[in-house]
Every structure is written in C-alpha cells, then in structure tokens.
C-alpha cells in the first residue's frame, strides 16, 4: 500500500520559517521524482516546486523561487520543502506526490499570521 505521509505544518509568523516533510512508503521511491503542490479552499491545486529522482535537478513556482528549497534523501525515503520568509498568502494545505503518479498525502496546514 502506497503511502505518502507530510508532517511539520503549523503556524508561524510571518516571516518565519517551517520545514514539510514527506514520508513515502510502498513505492520505489527513488527512481520517482517528487514534488510539492498547495491548494487553497476553493482554488485549484497548485505547483510549487519538484525535484528530480536523483535530486540534481529542481524547479519552483515563481511566487516562491528564491524562498522555498525542496530536497530529498532517498535513503530515508523522504522529501522536504523548507520554507523561508513565509507571507500570510502561503497559507494553504501543502501536498506531496510523486510525479507522474496518482500518489498524494493528505496534505499538512500551513498558516502564517501577518
């Protein structure tokens, strides 16, 4: 059974700053690339950044380039999504999947107070 499992939501002022985390099981792990995706309610889910199976390679959203840094350890089959200068217009539901797949978490509540 694929499980993909995100954790390290919470609230914080903005400006601050929060690590997600992801923990997959039941999939290969390594040979997918994975990536972050946020939903507010209401709205369509939305990208927000990925990274490539060997984790050489990623790409990010605009709104948060420059802010945000995913990373991953296949050893540990985990991804993250560091989370720096947070505004309140990042608080959303944060998502991960692994790319290419119908495999997403249950998401994990971000909310960031002005």
């Known amino acids: 059974q694929v499980q993909l499992v995100e954790s390290g939501g919470g609230l914080v002022q903005a400006g601050g700053s929060l690590r997600l985390s992801c923990a997959a099981s039941g999939i290969t792990f390594s040979i997918y690339g994975m990536g972050w995706y946020r939903q507010a309610p209401g709205k369509e889910r939305e990208f927000v950044a990925r990274i490539r199976w060997s984790g050489t390679s990623t790409s990010y959203a605009v709104s948060v380039k420059g802010r945000f840094t995913i990373s991953r350890d296949n050893a540990k089959n985990m991804v993250y999504l560091k989370m720096n200068s947070l505004q309140p217009e990042d608080t959303v539901i944060y998502y991960c999947?692994?790319?290419?797949?119908?495999?997403w978490g249950q998401g994990t509540q971000v909310t960031v107070s002005s």
């Open positions: 999947n692994a790319l290419g797949s119908n495999y």
